[in-house]
């Protein structure tokens, strides 16, 4: 019986391992494909507001906004919306400063990013603001901003094929430590891996927190932003698959976003991040399986996020931890039962923990290879922050335990100004060029970036 147990075991984990085979082929695409679509410059410039939703942001506020006032794009076609929400420091103040159009916000109960947002489109629309733009981009109040980033967002957007456009995702602090390199790392990897591969092979994108656009057709369509869930930006990647709403990826309009670099921060924002997912996939996987099979068109884009919410982490450690039961059921066998027993599970717990570790390993060193040249730190320092990737992957075990049984809320997390972090050897990078840094992209010639 427990040797049956055990087989049955194994051919979970080779279900598991099947489902998301398809990564790996993400991966070589994104190598050896060409790029099958070539955008040239635009040929209507559109008008764009700037959202920026922020609480307790004095410290950074400036900075975003500053970068947005210095975008290579017409300064009549963009507007820089901030949304002071709930806050009780000068952030509303420091905006107004820097020329950004506040709102503030106050509201206790409806609390998080999601219903700030919502909260400004319904305002835009009762001023009769809204129907002057044509789209809306999304940042945080951390972030620093490529000059160029309107403008090749504004390429992909003119060719009138995606409800929303996600962009790359770069870290300005990636060289603070073990956890900031390894938040880095992982939005380099959903970047280079995940979303160029999806817009080479004409699937949908996802769109990752911050530095994102959205059509105002979907806000009017949707009667503002209805996901407030605690990961509203995977809700909204979710919803749009389902929807047969595309999403496409700009890896020429740069992001530069700050990352925690104390656990306790990291530990309150995954946990957030794994509660939100469970969230999505507790709400949608009947008709994210269902649009595997109905959504013409979408089918696969369905099935993909089916499996970015699908809980593999806790399947995974379910796994785990029936194999130790069959371990501690072994012992109460007859001695040639408890042997095998034994002897399978030990190699099992063995050969997945280090599968596991090299895998990352694997999947880091070949995200640090590619996106080299976009990563600011000494190269001694990338490779030493590499070892540690997948201890801070390891992390994410605990984590997703606890989400599941603890009630998790929105909670700011303290940001710096990248002054802070300059003369450290981890601020962001000057841009480069975009013919120089983005070769081959989906705007230019030639194979993929990196």
């Not at 884009?301 to 399947?315: H, I, K, S």
Request: charged letters at 20%.
């Amino acid at each position: 019986m427990l040797l049956t147990l055990q087989k049955f075991c194994g051919l979970l984990t080779l279900l598991l391992t099947v489902l998301y085979l398809y990564q790996v082929f993400y991966v070589a695409a994104s190598l050896v494909l060409r790029r099958r679509h070539a955008y040239g410059p635009a040929k209507r410039q559109h008008r764009f507001a700037a959202v920026v939703c922020a609480r307790n942001e004095q410290a950074v506020i400036a900075e975003v906004i500053d970068c947005l006032k210095r975008q290579d794009y017409p300064a009549h076609l963009l507007d820089v919306y901030v949304v002071a929400d709930n806050c009780t420091d000068e952030t509303a103040a420091v905006a107004r400063r820097h020329g950004a159009l506040v709102y503030e916000r106050f509201d206790a109960e409806k609390v998080g990013k999601g219903y700030a947002m919502d909260w400004l489109f319904s305002r835009l629309k009762a001023e009769g603001m809204a129907q002057q733009y044509e789209g809306y981009l999304i940042f945080d109040a951390d972030n620093l901003v490529d000059p160029g980033f309107v403008r090749e967002m504004n390429a992909v957007f003119d060719t009138g094929k995606y409800d929303a456009i996600t962009c790359y995702r770069n870290t300005k602090n990636y060289d603070s430590n073990w956890i900031s390199a390894g938040y880095s790392l992982w939005f380099l990897r959903e970047a280079r891996f995940l979303n160029f591969p999806r817009m080479l092979l004409g699937t949908g994108c996802a769109v990752s927190g911050t530095g994102y656009l959205i059509s105002s057709r979907v806000i009017r369509e949707e009667g503002g932003w209805p996901f407030h869930l605690l990961t509203e930006d995977i809700e909204f990647s979710v919803d749009c698959a389902v929807k047969g709403r595309k999403i496409g990826y700009c890896d020429k309009a740069i992001v530069y976003d700050e990352q925690p670099t104390r656990f306790g921060q990291s530990w309150r924002q995954r946990l957030r991040w794994s509660k939100g997912f469970y969230q999505v996939g507790a709400r949608y996987w009947w008709a994210l399986l269902k649009g595997c099979v109905t959504c013409k068109g979408g089918r696969f884009a369905c099935f993909d996020m089916l499996m970015t919410v699908a809980p593999g982490m806790l399947l995974s450690l379910a796994i785990f931890g029936f194999q130790i039961l069959l371990i501690l059921s072994g012992l109460t066998q007859p001695l040639a039962v408890a042997a095998k027993v034994l002897s399978k599970s030990v190699q099992f717990l063995c050969q997945s923990g280090i599968g596991f570790y090299i895998g990352l390993m694997l999947y880091g060193g070949l995200t640090l290879v590619s996106e080299w040249r976009q990563i600011a730190a000494p190269a001694a320092h990338k490779l030493t922050l590499l070892f540690l990737f997948p201890l801070f992957m390891f992390t994410y075990i605990p984590i997703s335990l606890v989400a599941l049984f603890r009630r998790v809320e929105w909670k700011p997390i303290r940001h710096h100004s990248a002054a802070a972090f300059r003369g450290r050897g981890a601020a962001y990078p000057s841009p480069q060029p975009v013919a120089e840094r983005a070769e081959g992209s989906l705007l230019g010639e030639g194979q993929g970036k990196g």
